[in-house]
C-alpha cells in the first residue's frame, strides 16, 4: 500500500484508462472479500468491472471471428476464481488486477488447449506477436505459442515476463504497469521494448505444440 502524497498520485490513476480512483474503498472490500463477506463481493464488482472488461475486450478484438468464449463469460469466470480465493492476502488494488491479469490468461490457455485438441494448424504455422494476443478458437495455437515462450521468458527475466502478462492479458498502460509493480515507467518501456522482442524471435521459430 502506498502512503502521503506519492501513494495518492499513485493510487489516482487516469480516469481515461480505465481504472477507477476508488483505491481505498477496493483495498476495503478485498479484505472483506477475504475474510468472507459476500455483500463485500457485490460492492466489489462495479469498481473493478471496467478494467477486467477492458482487458477482456482487448482479447476479442473484431479482426477475428470464431469465439466461443466471450468477454462477459471471461469476466465473470476470472472475478469468480478471484473473489472465491480465500487464500490471497490482497494488499491492493494494484495487486487484485495483477492477480487478474495471470488469471484471464490461465484461463484463455485453458480454453485454448480444448479449441486446439480440435483445430491442428500446420506445424509450419507463423506465430506474430502482434496478432497472438487476439483470441478466436481457430487460432488458439497462437496464443499457446505465446503462453509457452512467456514461461521461457519468465526463466530469464521474471520482470519481463510479468510486464508482458499484465499489458497483453491485463490490458494495463505503461503507467498502470509502472504502479502495479512499483517501477518506474521508463523501465516498463525499457523492459517491454526488450521482451517483445525476445519474444518476437522466440515465436518466428515456433513450432505448433
Known amino acids: 500500500m502506498w502512503y502521503g502524497e506519492a501513494g495518492r498520485k499513485r493510487c489516482n490513476i487516469h480516469k481515461t484508462h480505465g481504472m477507477r480512483d476508488d483505491c481505498g474503498n477496493i483495498t476495503a472490500l478485498l479484505l472483506r472479500v477475504r475474510d468472507g463477506d459476500r455483500t463485500a463481493e457485490s460492492e466489489l464488482l462495479p469498481l473493478v468491472y471496467a478494467q477486467l472488461h477492458r482487458a477482456a475486450v482487448r482479447q476479442f478484438r473484431q479482426e477475428r471471428a470464431g469465439h466461443t468464449l466471450q468477454p462477459t463469460a471471461l469476466i465473470g469466470e ?10 490471497i492476502d490482497w494488499r491492493s488494488r494494484a495487486h487484485f488486477f495483477a492477480v487478474a491479469a495471470g488469471t484471464m490468461r490461465r484461463i484463455l490457455v485453458d480454453h485454448a488447449r ?17 496478432d497472438a494476443n487476439i483470441y478466436s478458437d481457430e487460432h488458439a495455437y497462437e496464443l499457446l505459442l505465446v503462453s509457452d515462450a512467456l514461461g521461457r521468458l519468465a526463466e530469464w527475466d521474471s520482470r519481463q515476463a510479468r510486464i508482458v502478462e499484465l499489458r497483453v492479458f491485463g490490458g494495463l498502460s505503461i503507467e498502470e504497469t509502472a504502479h502495479v509493480l512499483g517501477v518506474s515507467e521508463r523501465t516498463v518501456k525499457r523492459d517491454w521494448t526488450m521482451a517483445r522482442a525476445w ?11
Open 114 to 130: 480444448r479449441a486446439n485438441a480440435e483445430r491442428r494448424p500446420p506445424r509450419s504455422a507463423r506465430v506474430d506477436i502482434e
Open 199 to 209: 519474444l518476437a524471435a522466440t515465436l518466428a521459430g515456433s513450432e505448433q505444440p
Open 78 to 87: 476470472v472475478y469468480l476464481r478471484l473473489i472465491r480465493k480465500r487464500s
